[in-house]
């Protein structure tokens, strides 16, 4: 055995395969560096979830494809170069327009500070006295 490793060009032939999830469905790995680009993926993943023609971009439909990249954030796949999509995806995830929707209403909620209410008499008259305090957390979408 020579002190390279059994293989000397086994960074090369190293696959990454990354998970592909869909709620009511089995989830799928795949190999993302087999593909040539955007299109090809999302075909290949509309036939493996049964989903033919629903996931091609820009076409409106009531699928939506996210990935999750090494920073754990959430992206719509095709917003960036292939090439560093391909480097970056952690996971993929086929969510129905409904899910897109809660994650945009759960990003707004957690973006808005948490309230303290004080209820004071003042000399103006004003009976309330509201008092804000920023005690929000980062939201977290891995789910």
Not at 30 to 53: C, H
Not at 114 to 125: F, H, L, M, P, R
């Amino acid at each position: 055995m020579n002190g390279g490793g059994l293989w000397p060009n086994q960074a090369q032939r190293m696959r990454t395969y990354t998970k592909v999830q869909k709620r009511g469905s089995v989830g799928r790995s795949i190999d993302v560096t087999r593909y040539s680009g955007y299109e090809e993926l999302r075909n290949d993943l509309a036939r493996m979830f049964g989903i033919e023609g629903q996931l091609e971009d820009p076409r409106p439909s009531d699928w939506k494809l996210v990935y999750t990249d090494h920073e754990n954030d959430i992206l719509l796949v095709g917003d960036d170069p292939w090439e560093e999509f391909v480097n970056c995806v952690q996971n993929l995830k086929i969510l129905s327009s409904v899910e897109v929707q809660q994650m945009s209403l759960d990003a707004d909620l957690a973006a808005i500070p948490a309230t303290n209410q004080v209820c004071s008499e003042t000399d103006s008259g004003n009976a309330w006295k509201v008092h804000y305090e920023d005690t929000s957390a980062a939201a977290s979408f891995n789910r």
